[in-house]
């Protein structure tokens, strides 16, 4: 692509993927690739969970939260009993994931969790679901939410 399309997408992309906590972005991407980012390649959609199914699903006991924010955020207020494995880390830290149950991933309102969901299904996770607006509409929804120092 002549027009400058190809530079401006790469360095939408390299911003975009740094706003979500990726900011370590190396490598090339042919004009292919960077056509295909820009019509939208179909990828397959990840399970959703509403923040009163979690809750429901926190009460039975047979789901792991996984919270894919950065510590900073994840130690000013969490899901009770969720996990910190922020979505720059979760690919090397996939082996700690559990698979025996429901992974629940989370964020702050829904856009590195639906990520995180996509890179644990890209590892072999088949039991994954992303909550739909994060910690955002956890809180909304009148949950309580765990301070620092306490799970």
């Known amino acids: 692509v002549g027009d400058g399309r190809q530079d401006r997408g790469i360095g939408n992309a390299v911003r975009d993927l740094a706003m979500i906590g990726l900011d370590r972005v190396a490598g090339y991407t042919g004009a292919n690739e960077v056509e295909r980012w820009a019509v939208g390649d179909q990828a397959e959609s990840v399970r959703q ?3 009163a199914q ?4 926190l009460r039975a006991g047979d789901v792991a939260v996984i919270d894919v924010r950065a510590q900073t955020e994840y130690a000013s207020g969490r899901l009770p009993g969720a996990v910190n494995i922020p979505l720059g880390q979760l690919g090397e830290r996939a082996e700690s994931v559990p698979r025996d149950r429901v992974v629940v991933l989370q964020c702050q309102s829904g856009g590195r969790s639906a990520i995180a969901a996509s890179v644990l299904g890209a590892r ?4 994954v679901a992303d909550l739909v607006g994060g910690l955002n509409a956890w809180k909304a929804a009148g949950y309580p939410v765990s301070a620092s120092g306490t799970a």
Do not use: H, K, M, V
């Open 49 to 51: 969970i509403t923040a």
């Open 54 to 57: 979690l809750a429901e699903r």
């Open 124 to 127: 072999g996770f088949d039991n």
